[in-house]
C-alpha cells in the first residue's frame, strides 16, 4: 500500500499516481436550479408590491394622466339655482274685457281677481277685433315685455289662455279678453301652487365636470 492511501482504503481507492480522487457526492444541479427560480421569483413579487405602494401614495398620477384622454365632460348643476324674479299680483294691473255674449262676465271676473291681490283696470266688452272672436278660455295680451312676467303671473288665474304680446303696446297694463271656452278661474289653492311653481328658483349650468 502506498503512503498517499488513506488508511483502510484500498482497491479502487488505491493511489499510484500524484491525483487524489474525490470524497464528497457531486452537487445537485436541480436544487440549485430551483434555489435561483425561487429568488427570482419571490425578486419580482417584491418589486410588484414595491410599485403598487409607490402609486398609492403618489395618487395615481400615471394612470389620471393614461385615461385623461377619454374622459367625458358633463355639465354640472348650479348648487346655488338662480330664482327667478317675477312681479306680484298687486303689480300686475289687468283690463278685463267680455267677448262672449254672456252679460256681466267681464264684471264678475274683474272682482274675483281683485280679491286675489291682483290690481283692475278697464272692465268693458272687448274691441271689434277680438268681440266673439276669442274661441278658446281667453286671451292675456301684454307689451312685449310682459311675456316673462305680467302675462305668467296672470296666465296662473286662467290656465289654458293663450298669451300674445303688442310690440307697439305702451304702458305695463295687460288685457285679459275672455274666450267662449271660459268657465272661470282657476281655483284659488290651484292658482297659488301654480305660481309658487312659476316663482321656484330653476337650475342653472355652471362648471364642467369630467369624469372618466
Known amino acids: 500500500m ?5 488508511p483502510g482504503m484500498g482497491g479502487q481507492y488505491k493511489i499510484t499516481g500524484d491525483k487524489y480522487p474525490r470524497m464528497r457526492p457531486a452537487r ?5 436550479a430551483f434555489v435561483a427560480v425561487a429568488c427570482v421569483t419571490v425578486l419580482g ?6 410599485l403598487q405602494l409607490i402609486d398609492v401614495f403618489t395618487g395615481g398620477d400615471k394612470a389620471s394622466a393614461a385615461g385623461a ?4 365632460t358633463t355639465a354640472k348643476a348650479s348648487a346655488s339655482p338662480a330664482a327667478v ?13 267680455n267677448a262672449t255674449t254672456r252679460s256681466g262676465l267681464a264684471q264678475k271676473t274683474a272682482d274675483e281677481l281683485k280679491k286675489r291681490g291682483f290690481r283692475v283696470g278697464d272692465v268693458s266688452n ?12 281667453g286671451l292675456l295680451l301684454g307689451p312685449a315685455a310682459a311675456l316673462k ?3 305668467p303671473v296672470l296666465g ?26 271660459f268657465k272661470g278661474l282657476a281655483k284659488p289653492a290651484d292658482a297659488d301652487a301654480a305660481l309658487a311653481r312659476l316663482s321656484a328658483p330653476k337650475a342653472t349650468p355652471a362648471a364642467e365636470k369630467k369624469s372618466c
Open 28 to 32: 445537485r444541479r436541480g436544487r440549485i
Open 69 to 72: 384622454a377619454g374622459c367625458a
Open 149 to 151: 312676467s305680467s302675462l
Open 45 to 50: 413579487v417584491l418589486g410588484w408590491g414595491t
Open 85 to 97: 324674479v317675477l312681479p306680484k299680483p298687486g303689480q300686475v294691473t289687468v283690463n278685463v274685457l
Open 156 to 181: 296662473t288665474q286662467v290656465p289654458g289662455a293663450e298669451h300674445r304680446t303688442d310690440a307697439a303696446r305702451k304702458g305695463a297694463a295687460v288685457d285679459l279678453i275672455i274666450g267662449k271656452g
Open 126 to 137: 272687448a274691441p271689434k277685433e277680438y268681440d266673439k272672436k276669442v274661441d278658446g278660455t
Open 2 to 6: 502506498s503512503m498517499l492511501t488513506p
